[in-house]
């Protein structure tokens, strides 16, 4: 298996009757497309870390189901017939770009391709392709400010994109067995038409038919719209140590998945944790959820970021946020105070 050649710590699922039961990911979520569909969405991130991202495995490939994928989140969809080693870059670089937070520009493609240089052909594996830049495979040896081009196969080839052109900018060869499989080449591509860095982007973006490997959301994108603001405009009762248990009023300002920003109050500081109750538009039970003063925003009060909640809390706060309006400006509106925000000081951690 490809995570354990990985080295990664990964746990395996088969046949979970309810998909509620399906462990939350932390950096990466791999399911078949019937998993998928049943799954809806993954369990979400501990607050205040990224999102995990979502590859999905498909022996079938067309428009509406790569739409209703989107629909759902996948970030990646992957079709079952790939080749194990493109598989494993995706993997590999999904991975390795997560830990250093880096957005994955390269694409994994896996197809060969005719290579030129000057009147020498070859042939040649492309390995990943990106708008500035595309790494082969070949047996025949280039030195970095080589001239290559190299021509696409016919299925990804159209509007205006029929081969790609660059310089070398890095050689890499192989040791021990990968010797064998030839060199790694780097290349920096010339710039492109527009007609034809259009049909790059749709290789690149997940609208080609043919790729089977298909982009379907930047990662990084929809963590930032899970962490959007929404305005939060309600009273909060904020019981602080010196209160005496009594609590005292004070005005949210905005509130996301992953925290809270409240008025200024005497009292709280960086680093003190409180247990905030959140009241949707329902008169329902408060979601009570640990938080911790993490900012000090001066006269735009105190950002306060979410701890410790469980993934029942998780699903709770993000359909709360999902029925707030959107946030339009940080200082205008004021808001009814239409709910109230219970919350006490916990004891600080250290």
């Known amino acids: 298996m490809i995570l354990e050649r990985l080295g990664a710590d990964f746990a395996l699922c088969r046949r979970v009757a309810d998909p509620t039961d399906v462990p939350r990911p932390r950096d990466l979520l791999i399911t078949t497309g019937r998993r998928a569909q049943a799954l809806s969405e993954p369990a979400p991130a501990v607050a205040g870390a990224a999102a995990p991202i979502w590859l999905c495995v498909h022996g079938q490939d067309f428009q509406e189901l790569r739409s209703r994928l989107r629909e759902l989140g996948v970030h990646y969809l992957v079709n079952s017939a790939v080749d194990q080693e493109s598989l494993r870059l995706l993997i590999e670089m999904l991975l390795h770009d997560r830990r250093e937070q880096r957005v994955v520009a390269r694409l994994p493609v896996g197809v060969e391709v005719t290579l030129r240089h000057g009147k020498q052909v070859e042939f040649a594996k492309l390995l990943d392709l990106s708008r500035t830049g595309a790494r082969l495979r070949t047996k025949a040896l280039f030195s970095v400010g080589d001239r290559l081009e190299f021509e696409l196969p016919l299925e990804l080839c159209g509007g205006g994109l029929e081969c790609l052109s660059g310089r070398v900018a890095r050689v890499e060869l192989g040791g021990g ?162 709910g109230v925000v219970l919350s006490r000081v916990m004891p600080q951690k250290a």
């Open 177 to 338: 067995r990968a010797a064998k499989m030839g060199c790694s080449v780097g290349v920096e591509l010339d710039p492109l038409t527009a007609e034809a860095a259009a049909a790059l982007g749709a290789i690149l973006c997940g609208t080609h038919p043919a790729t089977r490997i298909s982009a379907l959301a930047n990662p990084r994108e929809r963590e930032r719209r899970r962490a959007e603001r929404r305005a939060y405009r309600r009273r909060i009762a904020a019981l602080a140590a010196s209160d005496a248990g009594t609590p005292r009023v004070v005005l949210g300002h905005d509130l996301s998945v992953s925290g809270i920003r409240i008025a200024r109050q005497p009292g709280l500081r960086k680093g003190i944790r409180i247990a905030l109750g959140l009241y949707g538009a329902d008169s329902g039970a408060p979601l009570t959820l640990e938080a911790e003063v993490v900012a000090d925003h001066g006269p735009r009060g105190l950002g306060l970021a979410f701890r410790n909640a469980s993934e029942s809390q998780l699903r709770a706060l993000a359909k709360l946020v999902a029925a707030l309006p959107l946030l339009e400006s940080l200082d205008g509106e004021t808001g009814s105070g239409g």
